[in-house]
T-cell receptor, first 112, second 115 residues
Framework: GDSVTQMEGPVTLSEEAFLTINCTYTATGYPSLFWYVQYPGEGLQLLLKATKADDKGSNKGFEATYRKETTSFHLEKGSVQVSDSAVYFCALSDSGGQNFVFGPGTRLSVLP | DSGVTQTPKHLITATGQRVTLRCSPRSGDLSVYWYQQSLDQGLQFLIQYYNGEERAKGNILERFSAQQFPDLHSELNLSSLELGDSALYFC??????????????FGPGTRLTVL
């Protein structure tokens, strides 16, 4: 079945460091791909999404590109802030829109 | 604030009991999803409703059931509770029936503790 694999962390960075969180997926057809973020004590919020190959999603300085050839959707940010400390989830929605799979989440801590 | 509300925020109960979790979707959203988040299983999709009808089913146990009412709020019923059912239960909503690219808006969750 469909699955999402992402680095589990925790990832600890200094403020202004470069961030990469790797995400790869297994799915039939052409899934949509998402990154969600969960701040402490809150529900998940959509960070960005991409619906087809080579699409780039971006929001709040975060970017991810849908790479079908490598089945990947890595999350990047050029300069992280303390306020980016959260858990990040990579997710997919299958081509029929009836199956939703989340990765295990990556906890990011940014130190001042 | 996503606009999705869930009650109660916390629930503590005993094994063998039955509980009901409630979710109100964002205004205008017709689709509701339920998820379970636990330390060992991560975030698991349970079930989805669209405009009162079940549309998709994930890893939902037979002891669990859900429904969506005419006013579009949804309830998740958990029965014969076990210690392993202790988790955060999230509800999410979206406008359309899980279009491939549709954004799901998550509520703050209900934390269930089974003693």
């Amino acid at each position: 079945g469909d699955s999402v694999t992402q680095m589990e962390g925790p990832v600890t960075l200094s403020e202004e460091a470069f961030l990469t969180i790797n995400c790869t997926y297994t799915a039939t057809g052409y899934p949509s791909l998402f990154w969600y973020v969960q701040y402490p004590g809150e529900g998940l919020q959509l960070l960005l999404k991409a619906t087809k190959a080579d699409d780039k999603g971006s929001n709040k300085g975060f970017e991810a590109t849908y790479r079908k050839e490598t089945t990947s959707f890595h999350l990047e940010k050029g300069s992280v802030q303390v306020s980016d400390s959260a858990v990040y989830f990579c997710a997919l929605s299958d081509s029929g829109g009836q199956n939703f799979v989340f990765g295990p989440g990556t906890r990011l801590s940014v130190l001042p | 604030d996503s606009g999705v509300t869930q009650t109660p925020k916390h629930l503590i109960t005993a094994t063998g009991q039955r509980v009901t979790l409630r979710c109100s979707p964002r205004s205008g959203d017709l689709s509701v999803y339920w998820y379970q988040q636990s330390l060992d299983q991560g975030l698991q999709f349970l079930i989805q409703y669209y405009n009162g009808e079940e549309r998709a089913k994930g890893n939902i146990l037979e002891r669990f059931s859900a429904q969506q009412f005419p006013d579009l709020h949804s309830e998740l019923n958990l029965s014969s509770l076990e210690l392993g059912d202790s988790a955060l239960y999230f509800c999410a909503s979206s406008v359309v029936p899980a279009g491939r690219s549709d954004t799901q808006y998550f509520g703050p969750g209900t934390r269930l503790t089974v003693l």
